[in-house]
């Protein structure tokens, strides 16, 4: 189980902190990724990171103003999100799966879901 956290209004410019709190399994063989939906739009991949090993990946989009981290005691993920922007707005999930790292980009290769936390990002 996956619960997202965090989401919110924000001016452009802002931050904001993204919180998912794994549980129910070992998260240790699996990536973690945050994954994002603007109104109307398709699940587009925002970053992943190794639950083992701690290996980051990010979309271009988001390269320098996002930084996707893990907490093993906590079993927690994080997003930190600086520099917002209003293309920020949107649902953001998370997401786990046993995913080979080349496809991290790719929504469809994570198994398990959150329900999703809305941020929302006024010019």
């Known amino acids: 189980q996956l619960q997202a956290s965090g989401g919110g209004l924000v001016q452009a410019g802002g931050s904001l902190r993204l919180s998912c709190a794994a549980s129910?399994?070992?998260?240790?063989?699996?990536?973690l990724a945050w994954i994002r939906q603007a109104p109307g739009k398709e699940r587009v991949f925002v970053a992943a990171?190794?639950?083992?090993?701690?290996?980051?990946y990010y979309a271009d989009s988001v390269k320098g103003r996002f930084t996707i981290s893990r907490d093993n005691a906590k079993n927690t993920v994080y997003l930190q999100m600086n520099s917002l922007k209003p293309e920020d707005t949107a649902v953001y999930y998370c997401?786990?799966?046993?995913?080979?790292?080349?496809?991290?980009?790719?929504?469809?290769?994570?198994?398990?879901w959150g329900q999703g936390t809305l941020v929302t990002v006024s010019s």
């Open positions: 997401a786990a799966g046993r995913v080979i790292w080349s496809t991290a980009y790719d929504p469809n290769s994570y198994d398990y």
């Open positions: 990171i190794r639950w083992s090993g701690g290996n980051t």
């Open positions: 129910g399994r070992t998260f240790g063989s699996y990536t």
